[in-house]
């Protein structure tokens, strides 16, 4: 089945510097890169996603980055703040008629020093 | 944003017991889930759920578990009986349809 993995698992950065994410899946025919984000005792919130058919997205201070080749995204975060810190989430989904079912890569904790 | 509520937050049951999680999706969603996640470990599906049936589960989705959603209501996860590997934290999600998924709070399952 498909497999998510995420890099780095962790990372601390002052705030105001950049944060990159990267993300690889295996499964060739998965579609749609849903992220969410985590923070301490809450719970997991959209973010930005990514459909197959595009390679990049930006909203804000996000941006996403999708290689179909390669089979990898990215997620650049610009601008941190002390609020940006939690866990962040990539996730893959075939996004088929039985709904949408995700495959989540194990995470990758930041930290924004203020 | 719409929020998914989920009922309890914590609970804590001996081994081999029935428990029943409790999840209150987004009113107008059509698909509901299951997922479980073992402390430090990455979040796995275990089910989804459509038009009053299941429609794809996981090899985690054992014979001791089910779902139903009887008459619009709550979206339930029972365990019976439950074994020690099944503590863990539970998330239920909605969604519209093959789009962005909203989680609830997870319940977190302690099986002694």
């Known amino acids: 089945g498909e497999q998510v993995e995420q890099l780095p698992s962790s990372l601390i950065v002052q705030e105001g510097a950049s944060v990159l994410i990267n993300c690889s899946y295996t499964?060739?025919?998965?579609?749609?890169f849903p992220w969410y984000k985590q923070e301490p005792g809450k719970r997991l919130q959209f973010i930005i996603d990514?459909?197959?058919?595009?390679e990049r997205k930006q909203t804000q201070r996000l941006t996403l980055l999708f290689d179909k080749k390669t089979k990898h995204l990215s997620l650049h975060i610009t601008a941190t703040q002390p609020g940006d810190s939690a866990i962040y989430f990539c996730?893959?989904?075939?996004?088929?008629?039985?709904?949408?079912?995700?495959?989540f890569g194990i995470g990758t904790r930041v930290l924004v020093r203020p | 944003g719409p929020k998914v509520l989920q009922i309890p937050s914590h609970q804590i049951i001996d081994m081999g017991q029935m428990v029943t999680l409790n999840c209150d999706p987004v009113?107008?969603?059509?698909?509901f889930y299951w997922y479980k996640q073992i402390l430090g470990q990455q979040m796995e599906f275990l089910v989804n759920?459509?038009?009053?049936?299941?429609?794809?589960k996981s090899k985690l989705f054992k014979d001791q578990f089910s779902v139903e959603r009887p008459d619009g209501s709550y979206f339930t996860l029972k365990i019976q009986p439950t074994a020690l590997e099944d503590s863990a934290v539970y998330f239920c999600?909605?969604?519209?349809?093959?789009?962005?998924?909203?989680f609830g709070e997870g319940s977190k399952l302690t099986v002694l």
């Open positions: 759920f459509y038009n009053g049936k299941v429609m794809e």
């Open positions: 009113s107008n969603h059509l698909y």
């Open positions: 996730s893959a989904s075939k996004a088929n008629s039985a709904g949408n079912k995700l495959t």
């Open positions: 990514i459909r197959s058919n595009m």
């Open positions: 499964d060739s025919a998965s579609v749609y």
């Open positions: 999600a909605s969604s519209l349809g093959t789009g962005q998924l909203y």
